[in-house]
């Protein structure tokens, strides 16, 4: 028996199918702003729809009109749709926040993901630039900063001679011109934020972290980071495959 999750984000929608002993073996790739421009893939939903599958499906999603969309294609061929805010969560993972119902499904999925180090901060390099701790195996809360590409975007839009910049991978001095300048400015500018907000988290907890990386700018930047990370970009998919496995 194999499994469907998926994780419906801001930028990328990321469908799933887990094997017998909640393994990835396979990912759909969508790309969120296309996804209300095109039609399913009617063929994958058509391969989806056979014997092999658990009828069941478990999404982590940040927008709500994607989720519904999924959820009725899905319920039309006989599976049961759930998101994750709508299981127990806390059975798996403690929350110490006032309102668990604005934590956003992707840091919970993280989160539970990371579960196994314990003390750990996950940041996220999606369309916002997050930070969450979970400490003693507690999520703690966190930090949410803009996202780097959306940031480029922005400074673009809202000025009338900035280009829209790459960044690249080192930058050895400030600018000379202006694509280097833009380039110092979001390299060594994100690289003094990551840093600076890891060093207070730890301050303020006294406690050593684990620094999990994840996103489209995780390996970019695991160079500029001064504690020892790791990356995984599956992080995401792991809490939600550990979810359905507890829960579901």
């Given at each position: 028996m194999n499994y469907i999750i998926g994780d419906i984000g801001n930028t990328l929608i990321k469908i799933s199918i887990l094997n017998k002993n909640f393994k990835i073996v396979k990912v759909l790739n969508l790309e969120t702003k296309k996804f209300f421009r095109e039609k399913i893939d009617k063929k994958f939903l058509k391969k989806i729809s056979t014997n092999r599958y658990d009828k069941q499906v478990l999404?982590?999603?940040?927008?709500?009109?994607?989720?519904?969309?999924?959820?009725?294609?899905?319920?039309?061929?006989?599976?049961?749709?759930?998101?994750?805010?709508?299981?127990?969560?806390?059975?798996?993972?403690?929350?110490?926040?006032?309102?668990?119902?604005?934590?956003?499904?992707?840091?919970?999925?993280?989160?539970?993901?990371?579960?196994?180090?314990?003390?750990?901060?996950?940041?996220?390099?999606?369309?916002?630039?997050?930070?969450?701790?979970?400490?003693?195996?507690?999520?703690?809360?966190?930090?949410?900063?803009?996202?780097?590409?959306?940031?480029?975007?922005?400074?673009?839009?809202?000025?009338?001679?900035?280009?829209?910049?790459?960044?690249k991978k080192i930058q050895k001095n400030y600018g000379k011109n202006t694509q280097e300048a833009l380039n110092a400015g979001f390299l060594w500018g994100y690289e003094g934020l990551i840093n600076n907000i890891i060093k207070k988290i730890s301050s303020k907890t006294k406690l050593k972290y684990t620094i999990i990386l994840t996103g489209g700018f995780a390996k970019l930047f695991k160079r500029y980071i001064k504690e020892k990370t790791i990356i995984d970009q599956d992080i995401t998919i792991k809490g939600i495959a550990k979810t359905y496995n507890k829960l579901l």
């Open positions: 999404f982590s999603s940040v927008v709500p009109q994607v989720f519904k969309i999924l959820k009725k294609n899905f319920t039309l061929r006989g599976f049961k749709v759930f998101e994750m805010k709508e299981l127990e969560i806390k059975k798996i993972l403690k929350i110490n926040i006032k309102n668990y119902y604005q934590l956003g499904s992707d840091r919970i999925s993280n989160s539970i993901g990371s579960l196994k180090y314990r003390n750990s901060i996950i940041i996220d390099f999606g369309t916002a630039t997050t930070f969450d701790i979970v400490k003693n195996g507690v999520y703690e809360g966190g930090v949410i900063c803009p996202g780097i590409n959306q940031s480029i975007i922005n400074l673009h839009k809202s000025t009338a001679m900035l280009p829209i910049t790459k960044l």
